[in-house]
Nanobody, 126 residues
Framework: QLQLVESEGGLVQPGGSLRLSCAAS????????IAWFRQAPGKEREGVSC????????YLADPGKGRFTISRDNAKNTVYLQMNSLKPEDTAVYYC???????????????????WGQGTQVTVSS
């Protein structure tokens, strides 16, 4: 059974950093595209970043450009989202999601992804 488990988020001060991890079990993560989405209260779920199979393509949404980095460690079957210079508007529940054989782009939608983690809360506040 395909499972994704996000690391704990937490409370971070503005300007701080946090690395989220998404650990996969039941499948080999390097065969899948993995994306990070986030959802703030009262808002739709939005794409944050995506990395495709064999790193053929990556995508980073505008809010994270220059601050966020997505990467994968196939040996650990884990994908990471490094978030630096965090802002209060980054506060949201962050989800990782997986889909097989997918090209990451600005057109990615939550409905494209069939497997999801449970979500982890990230709060940026002083």
């Amino acid at each position: 059974q395909l499972q994704l488990v996000e690391s704990e988020g937490g409370l971070v001060q503005p300007g701080g950093s946090l690395r989220l991890s998404c650990a996969a079990s039941g499948f080999s993560l390097d065969e899948y595209a993995i994306a990070w989405f986030r959802q703030a209260p009262g808002k739709e779920r939005e794409g944050v970043s995506c990395i495709s199979k064999s790193d053929r393509s990556t995508y980073l949404a505008d809010p994270g450009k220059g601050r966020f980095t997505i990467s994968r460690d196939n040996a650990k079957n884990t994908v990471y989202l490094q978030m630096n210079s965090l802002k209060p508007e980054d506060t949201a529940v962050y989800y990782c999601a997986a889909v097989w054989d997918y090209y990451c782009s600005a057109y990615m939608m939550p409905s494209d992804f069939g497997s999801w983690g449970q979500g982890t809360q990230v709060t940026v506040s002083s």
